[in-house]
């Protein structure tokens, strides 16, 4: 199966501004279950240069700059990706993991390069909230599915438009939030019982949907052997082929998808529009 990839991004502003340099997050990463047949990105104004980069988490990205003023900018990105099969569950773990567990330990080696993904404020409801799926589950995998599947049965998934993100337990009392909200709800519980997790920016096709695609958010947890493994708590799935991640890190300011800048005194507003599609 063939996807066609559309994502437009446009700031206009209210008065000519001078760009600072931008990071653009919008390169699919690399994954063994999809090739990127054709790809395009096209500024308006056109940049001075455009050069392809890897940040410090692994995450390759456009790194570009602008001379002179402007009331707008544009971004827009094409790619064509083939997607090829996948099975979430096609791993083995390379270490004896002791379960049930009351928090999880990584080795020593493991844990020095993880502890980012480990960061949280403790949360006793939180930390209730998962442990319960942790006792009626029968192992690891059954656990994560189990409490991946009870946020989307529990938590209203809706839309907003706002760029706020909402606190984990701010999330956890409203029984509801946005894919980024309930995404870094679920980091949060994972990290509250020791399981690294890092936030995922990125495009996921619902071949259910004809129009209303836009930037998708899920979470990916570190097991041992297996690597990062995808979750999405929108859906209550494992995350397969139909998902393309743009940029992971243990915090979403990290992943934004254009980070950058303006010199002047004007204002800002944003507009962004995704299109997915078979082709």
Known sequence: MKLEIQHFTQYRYSEKVVLNPHLLFLIPQQRSYYTIEKSRIQFFPEADAVHERIDMLGNAHFQSWFQGETKSLSIEVDYIIELHTFNPFGFLFT????????????????????QPFLQTEKSQELTQYVTHFVSKSKDLVSFLFSLTESIHGNWAHI?????????????????????????????HMLRNIGLASRFVSGYAFNPELTEGHELHAWVEVYLPGAGWIGLDPSLGLFTDNLYIPLASGYHPDLVAPVQGSFGGVGTSELKTEVWIRHC
């Open 95 to 114: 270490e004896f993991i002791a379960y049930p567990f009351s928090f999880f330990e990584y080795s020593p080696e493991r844990s020095l390069f993880l």
């Open 159 to 187: 839309i907003r438009h706002e760029h706020n993100l909402w606190s984990p337990y701010f999330t956890f009392q409203q029984q509801r939030g946005s894919c980024r909200d309930l995404s870094w709800m679920l980091v």
